[in-house]
């Protein structure tokens, strides 16, 4: 509802959600009991993403990617709701709906902070209470990882010479491996 009130600000979002298949989920209760954090990123953050991103020219390239948005609205979403005194410095307690961790850091200082999920987007507001949870507004989207230690080498040219050396001995087949 938070979200579907703010349309100017979260429309992007929403049509994120909706694409994912979460609308029902963040609409409820967590049947888990702890409610939900939804690290909420603006419509400025998305058209951040989509620019800085190779793989889609457009928010259409990227809600055409069905696969891809399910894993990114669940990488915002935390399996219990989490309040700003609550973030420790390091790992957040419980997973994400994708079943990955998110990390806090404290950039500053003390009182003074920028505090940042994973190093790559800052909270810009804190402990917005809800009846199933908490959302924290973030300006980046957060990037999960959806490609194995070879793939990610073989798109950066510095590792070229590496990564040929794992094609000629045959290794890069064990740097294929994606984490579960």
Same mark, same amino acid.
């Given at each position: 509802?938070?979200?579907?009130?703010?349309?100017?600000? *979260?429309?992007? *979002?929403?049509?994120?959600?909706?694409?994912?298949?979460?609308?029902?989920?963040?609409?409820?209760?967590?049947?888990?009991?702890?409610?939900?954090?939804? /690290?909420?990123?603006?419509?400025?953050?998305? @058209?951040? +993403?989509? =620019?800085?991103?190779?793989? /889609?020219?457009? /928010?259409?390239? =990227?809600?055409?990617?069905?696969?891809?948005?399910?894993?990114?609205?669940?990488?915002?979403?935390?399996?219990?709701?989490?309040?700003?005194?609550?973030?420790?410095?390091?790992?957040?307690?419980?997973?994400?709906?994708?079943? %990955?961790?998110?990390?806090?850091?404290? !950039?500053?200082?003390?009182?003074?902070?920028?505090?940042?999920?994973?190093?790559?987007?800052? !909270?810009?507001? *804190?402990?917005?209470?809800?009846?199933?949870?908490?959302?924290?507004?973030?300006?980046?989207?957060?990037?999960?990882?959806? +490609?194995?230690?070879? @793939?990610?080498?073989?798109?950066?040219? %510095?590792?070229?010479? +590496?990564?040929?050396?794992?094609?000629?001995?045959?290794?890069?087949?064990?740097?294929?491996?994606?984490?579960?």
């Amino acid at each position: 509802e938070y979200i579907v009130a703010s349309k100017d600000t *979260f429309s992007m *979002f929403r049509q994120l959600i909706e694409t994912g298949s979460m609308y029902w989920t963040l609409t409820a209760y967590n049947p888990n009991g702890n409610d939900y954090t939804l /690290f909420l990123p603006t419509n400025e953050a998305i @058209e951040k +993403f989509i =620019l800085h991103n190779d793989a /889609f020219n457009s /928010f259409q390239d =990227l809600l055409a990617d069905v696969e891809y948005v399910n894993i990114l609205v669940r990488y915002h979403i935390i399996n219990r709701a989490i309040q700003k005194n609550d973030f420790p410095y390091g790992a957040l307690p419980d997973t994400t709906l994708s079943g %990955d961790l998110l990390t806090i850091s404290y !950039i500053g200082d003390v009182g003074q902070s920028i505090i940042k999920v994973n190093n790559e987007a800052s !909270i810009n507001r *804190f402990d917005i209470e809800l009846t199933n949870g908490y959302i924290h507004i973030v300006d980046a989207v957060l990037e999960p990882i959806v +490609f194995s230690s070879y @793939e990610w080498l073989s798109r950066v040219p %510095d590792y070229s010479i +590496f990564t040929g050396a794992l094609e000629l001995t045959g290794l890069s087949d064990t740097f294929k491996i994606e984490s579960t």
